[in-house]
Structure formats: C-alpha cells, structure tokens
C-alpha cells in the first residue's frame, strides 16, 4: 500500500505562486505514475498534472505554461509548483498514486491541501 499526505496549500492573491508537496511511504515510489487533482466545491475532481514514472509529464490546458510538476524518488515526494495562480485554481488539491498490475489497477489518495486564490 501506499500512504500519501499533502501539504503546502494557503491563501495566495491572484499572480502568486505556491508549491505543493506530496510526501508517500509504504511501496516503491519509483514504479507509481503520480499526478495532482483538484476539486472546486460543487464539481467533479480533475486532473491538473501527471508525472509517470520515467518522468514524462502532461498538463491540463488550464494550467499548462503556470505549473510544473515533478518528482524526487530518493525522498519519496512529489512537487506541485504553481506561479500566476488565478481565482479560478482555487481547489482542494489531490495528491494520486497510481500503477496497473497484471488485470489490477491500484489507486490511493492523499487527504487533500487547500489552495485559495483571492484578492
């Protein structure tokens, strides 16, 4: 299994940046494709950034150009740094660990950072 927690989220005004950690335990990090999601209150949780685990990298369009997400598997830990954070980034932030095994697909979540973007 895998345990994950999130932190790094707060109150930033519009323009800001903020970084987001991830710190897992309990499996192999490297072999897991990790990613960020957000959810909005009163939407569905999405995908923001995901970093597989040869360090390929996609974004959403929304935040391509403003975020990068990477990774340090020597301290278990993934990054979320966010720069020119606008009103509408303002979420829950998810931290995901994922692989497929065989016919298994193994998913597990972290509790989830605040991010509140506002003037």
């Known amino acids: 299994q895998v345990q994950l927690v999130e932190s790094g989220g707060g109150l930033v005004q519009p323009g800001g940046s903020l970084r987001l950690s991830c710190a897992a335990s309990?499996?192999?990090?490297?072999?897991?494709?990790m990613s960020w999601y957000r959810q909005a209150p009163g939407k569905q949780r999405e995908l923001v950034a995901i970093?597989?685990?040869?360090?390929?990298?996609n974004y959403a369009d929304s935040v391509k150009g403003r975020f990068a997400i990477s990774r340090d598997n020597a301290k278990n830990t993934m990054y979320l740094q966010m720069n020119s954070l606008k009103p509408e980034d303002t979420a829950v932030y998810y931290c995901?660990?994922?692989?497929?095994?065989?016919?298994?697909?193994?998913?597990?979540w972290g509790q989830g950072t605040q991010v509140t973007v506002s003037s």
């Open positions: 995901n660990a994922h692989r497929t095994f065989f016919r298994s697909n193994f998913d597990y």
């Open positions: 970093i597989s685990a040869d360090d390929n990298t």
């Open positions: 309990g499996s192999v990090f490297s072999l897991y494709a």
